[in-house]
């Protein structure tokens, strides 16, 4: 081989390093061949079993949303044997001294459906649930038929008791009750759309019809007890009937000594339906 080709091969040689070399370093400075970052995903923290949910980081209500979605829930499905009982308070609040001061000696918790329209008129009887740890969940701002609304309507009536209980201090927990237990079939949608699972109930106590029928505190207290089962979500009110009676206030000391002596456990709806997760 002359010296004039082996000069040139060498030339030809150099300039293929040399363009190769700045390729890569041209590449490397704008990123093509950065390092490919690896997301490290950080378990969850550990959650204390002594805190309720409702202080709660969103992703456990977004699990129970997710689970409950579509359904107007009449009943945690599980075996083990929990109650929650509901309270709804909308017209009057003659029950809830006697209540809260029946829960509480009790160490009971328990999950409060209110109206807007309740939260601005009982601020005293609103702060008592407060104080007591008890949870609130939304019951719509003035308690009308869902089943006469227009879809604005129905979301103004849910949005209006949120505006309401933020006035008042109040951290609703994501949970709705359709007034009279009516709805339409988009309505559930609706809620779910707005962050609320629909909550029903599994017993309906009845001591909102006061003394019909000859009836006293012990038929609401009977019905309630025969009728319980893991899971069950209890429909009482705070307020008295249009007789004056105030049956489910009365009634409720027994409820709570003759279940747990059937070895229920009382809880919010919250703890309910985050055990019913597990």
């Known amino acids: 081989m002359s010296r004039d080709k082996l000069f040139y091969i060498i030339v030809i040689i150099v300039l293929i390093v040399t363009g190769v070399i700045f390729r890569f370093s041209f590449l490397s400075d704008n990123g093509a061949f950065a390092p490919r970052q690896i997301e490290q995903k950080q378990p969850p923290p550990a959650i204390p079993s002594d805190v309720s949910i409702v202080s709660l980081p969103a992703r456990d209500y977004l699990k129970i949303l997710e689970k409950y979605k ?137 001591g909102w019809q006061g003394r019909r029928d000859g009836r006293e505190a012990k038929f609401v207290g009977d019905r309630v007890v025969e009728k319980s089962v893991p899971g069950t979500i209890v429909l009482m009110h705070l307020g008295s009937a249009s007789d004056g009676s105030t049956f489910d206030a009365d009634a409720l000391p027994g409820i709570i000594n003759t279940l747990e002596e059937k070895g229920y456990q009382f809880v919010t709806l919250s703890e309910l339906f985050t055990k019913s997760l597990q």
């Open 70 to 206: 579509g359904m107007d829930v009449e009943r945690a499905i599980m075996d083990k044997k929990l109650i929650t009982l509901t309270f709804d308070g909308g017209g009057n609040a003659d029950g809830i001294e006697k209540i809260l001061e029946t829960l509480s000696e009790n160490s009971i918790r328990s999950t409060f459906f209110l109206t807007g329209i309740f939260v601005e008129k009982f601020p005293d009887a609103v702060g008592g649930i407060k104080k007591t740890n008890n949870e609130i969940a939304n019951h719509t701002y003035s308690h009308k038929n869902f089943i006469q609304l227009s879809q604005e309507e129905t979301v103004q009536e849910i949005n209006q008791m949120k505006t309401a209980a933020e006035k008042t201090g109040i951290a609703l927990a994501p949970f709705s009750r359709f007034p009279y237990g009516a709805y339409k079939k988009e309505d559930i949608a609706l809620v779910n759309s707005l962050g609320y699972v629909s909550v029903r109930w599994t017993i309906d106590s009845l």
